[in-house]
């Protein structure tokens, strides 16, 4: 049974819908009615990301259609009046790479209040692109996967730990059994809880 997806690459879509930096407002606009998406990476040259565009850089021309182009950011009115992907795109461009710990995209989103995020190599050449939803898949794990990896990677690996059970409802971890080593008590429950797909621990544990 695989252990737990850890990196960005293990969850990421590898196929990622693109456009160069000269493609037209229009065109972008049927890519994202197209493929569903609300926002396309920015390529130049061999693949580099160099920008996103997305469903809010290309609202702002619908928001200053009916003024006279003076009202609203210097960046807004810039917007309204672009046409292409090199002129809408918001850059420079957050990335992740592949190898990154799922927690560092999740951290990366929610401080740059980003839904998803281009995934590149180390010189800046697109390999995926992982999303917010995508992060989450990790909790639709069975519960009897988790608890087969936490007894495999965790409980097995601690000789005096023979007597803890492993009880998944839900998502939720509940440690229980016999554990003769109370000081082990803090070290079970953290590394329970790094198996990606776990909601919370619960110990029920007695100790002698």
Aim: proline share 5%; net charge negative; no cysteine.
């Amino acid at each position: 049974m695989p252990d737990s997806p850890h990196t960005v690459s293990d969850v990421m879509t590898h196929t990622v819908i693109a456009v160069g930096r000269d493609a037209p407002f229009k065109e972008i606009v049927e890519l994202f009615d197209q493929w569903k998406v609300s926002a396309l990476p920015v390529l130049e040259g061999e693949g580099r990301v160099i920008g996103v565009v997305s469903e809010a850089d290309l609202l702002a021309k619908e928001e200053q259609r009916d003024t006279d182009g003076s009202v609203g950011e210097p960046v807004e009115r810039a917007k309204a009046d672009a046409v292409t992907a090199g002129e809408l795109m918001s850059a420079p461009v957050v990335t992740v790479h592949a190898d990154a710990p799922l927690a560092e995209a999740a951290r990366i989103m929610a401080r740059r209040r980003v839904k998803r995020l281009p995934v590149t190599d180390t010189v800046g050449i697109l390999q995926g692109v992982v999303s917010r939803s995508d992060l989450l898949k990790v909790f639709l794990r069975p519960d009897e996967e988790l608890a087969a990896e936490i007894r495999r990677t965790v409980v097995d690996q601690v000789p005096t730990a023979s007597e803890v059970t492993v009880v998944v409802a839900d998502g939720v971890v509940t440690l229980g059994g016999t554990l003769h080593n109370t000081i082990l008590v803090p070290v079970l429950a953290r590394a329970a809880r790094a198996v990606e797909g776990v909601v919370d621990i619960r110990l029920d544990l007695n100790r002698r």
